[in-house]
């Protein structure tokens, strides 16, 4: 089943050209109206009027995450604030999140790229869609609801409240849809098992996860656990959200919304392309956005293309799941974080050194942060009470909260227990989370 047949099945030759008129559009909307743009393009010497296939495209800079924490929070619009009907932002959870808004016409494409993805699940009028995302300033949970409204399902704005009550309304809804993190749908699953209670009694069919990096093997877990299909899907809000990238019932990669976003792959290194098929850093152009438009954002996220036809139908090129990053963020449940930004944190405690292990797991389907932290030579004799000792800790649970909204688990290690490898840098990630 396809939501928009004529787009997402079109010819390659008619998909260039169609590429090509709005990428022109656009470097002109932002030439014209975004100084970061203007200023670039001119000091590159680029002259857009130049760009005239999407191969030429590779002539001019990308824009990275640097340049849009620097632009905070409207530097980066392309239209009047008059004209934006929406705001969201990243997590950027110390500094400057990324913010981004969408004018009218950017939520109607919006939710007809969610429409897409939900309909290429086999998702129809006659789901019940719970919608187990946040509805905040993160893009998962408005841009799932506004397309299953779209199709015309019963959508259930769950958000992402307690298991418990996740399990009720699913139960007691009829709920035949789940979306949420891959994290939580293996958490429901676990609490289904203690609750006695077996997938088979509940309505639901599908899933559809993503906003979190995760793997073959557990997609065949949730499957297992909940007894649904689980789909995969690829957006960040930079791009738009969710809507870039959906898996069609073939599931082997996921078709990019060619029509409206350039995909590339990079080398990370040179900045070259990388050959088909090759694994490289993915490179985003939006070729009809207005509200907050973007040209070659390096995303950091590592996948490939696989330039062979789908037997969906779709012409629309697919993509690999993301497998890695190129730089050092971490995703815990949906939530984006640099190991800086917790060193930052860590260094304000009187009492540690700065020596730290960061530890992901998943526990019952949870993903978890352990931090463990060095205490300094002088702190173990002030520590010889046991509650002085929970005092301390929850000192810099207390910093980590309020900075960036994150509860690790806060273990003290002794002076110098941390292993220090290479001129003292020590391995400071450890990911047990299984994701390849
Ligand atoms: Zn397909």
Redesign the pocket.
Known sequence: MMYNREYESISREDLQQLQMERLQFTLNRVYRNVAFYKNMFDTAGVNIENIKSTDDLKKLPFTTKEDLRNSYPYDMFAVPLRDIVRIHSTSGTTGKPIVVGYTQTDIGIWTSLMARVLT?AGITKDDFLQIAFNYNLFTGGFGFHYGAEKIGASVIPASNSDVHRQILIMKDFKTSVLVSTPGFALHIGTFLQEMDLHPDSLNLKTGIFGSEPWSQNLRTEIEKALHVDAYDNYGITEVIGPGVAF????R??L?VNEDHFIVEVIDPESGEPAAPGEQGELVFTTITKQGFPLIRYRTGDISSLFPES?????T?V?MDRVSGRTDDMLIIEGTNLFPSQIEEVLLEVEGIEPHYELILDREAGVETLEIRVEVSEQLPAMMDEIKNLQKFKNTIKTHLKSALEIEPIVTLVEPKMLSRSGGGKMKRVVDKRDLS
Do not use: N
Not at 310 to 314: A, D, E, K, N, P
């Open positions: 290429a898996e069609c019932s073939e082997k990669g078709h789908c037997s969906c139908g779709r629309l697919r």
